[in-house]
């Protein structure tokens, strides 16, 4: 199979450090964890997705995973760029 997708028109194999760097199917949202103690740890990261709702749905799991396995934080918070940063 991959030999013959080799032979196929403009198609390059990636190295390990290009292959990280693919990105698609997927959107950016801000993420703010609240920490019991009252503590905030701002950050974000990069959900895989075909739609926007999916991508939000992403993001909503990771803080409800976050809040239950994570010893100390009480709260998360998401921001997905799809819906406009801030709506």
Do not use: W
Not at 13 to 30: F, H
């Amino acid at each position: 199979m991959l030999k013959n997708i080799l032979t196929l028109e403009r198609v390059t194999i990636l190295n390990k450090k290009q292959q990280q760097n693919v990105r698609g199917g997927g959107g950016y949202c801000r993420l703010t964890i609240i920490y019991s103690n009252g503590g905030r740890e701002p950050g974000g990261g990069y959900f895989l997705g075909d739609t926007g709702q999916d991508i939000s749905n992403a993001a909503s799991n990771f803080c409800s995973q976050t809040v239950q396995s994570e010893p100390g934080v009480s709260r998360c918070f998401y921001d997905c760029e799809h819906d406009g940063f801030g709506q």
